[in-house]
């Protein structure tokens, strides 16, 4: 389990830190709860593909109005428990209110279910090739490759004509 806020990145235990994997330097191995001095942005939880269903049915029945549960990782389940409402599509539109960039004029790509409302969002929506079946009913497009085949680049390349 992992839990994170501005400031800080707490995980249960080190030995379960990847850091590649949360792109961070910063992990404070501790009991979480009484470690958070606010409330965090997201809590993370790891489980088999099999429980994911469970843990988030049983999640959003005890706190139906405070959070969300959005899920990605691929072979291994992440549970991104969120505040309700809080997602990238809503970070989107703040960011491109502050710097007055029309939503159509945004391309937004993506791979896993945690993406679906920000490819909505945007103007023109990108799937990866790798990305969720969900995900891509959603796409105005999806990459002919992978993220780890940079599918984006070369999408960016082409239709900028670099």
């Known amino acids: 389990m992992a839990a994170e806020n501005r400031q800080t990145f707490f995980i249960d235990k080190l030995e379960n830190f990847q850091k590649d994997f949360f792109a961070t330097d910063i992990a404070t191995e501790a009991n979480l ?20 269903n469970f843990v988030t049915e049983a999640l959003t029945k005890q706190f139906p109005n405070e959070i969300d549960v ?5 072979a291994a389940t992440i549970l991104e428990v969120v505040p309700k409402g809080v997602q990238k599509a809503m970070a989107i539109s703040v960011v491109a209110e502050a710097m007055q960039v029309n939503q159509k004029d945004i391309i937004a790509f993506g ?52």
């Not at 470690?35 to 429980?51: A, C, D, G, R, Y």
């Not at 969720?132 to 940079?150: G, P, R, Y």
């Open 33 to 52: 709860f009484p470690q958070l001095k606010t409330n965090p942005t997201s809590v993370m939880l790891k489980t088999k593909n099999e429980f994911a």
């Open 70 to 74: 959005k899920t990605w990782g691929g």
């Open 111 to 162: 791979d896993e279910h945690n993406d679906v409302e920000l490819l909505d969002y945007a103007g023109w929506g990108v799937a990866m090739k790798n990305g969720t079946e969900q995900l891509k009913s959603v796409a105005n497009d999806v990459t002919t490759k992978t993220n780890d085949e940079e599918g984006m680049v070369d999408y960016l390349e082409e239709l900028l004509a670099i």
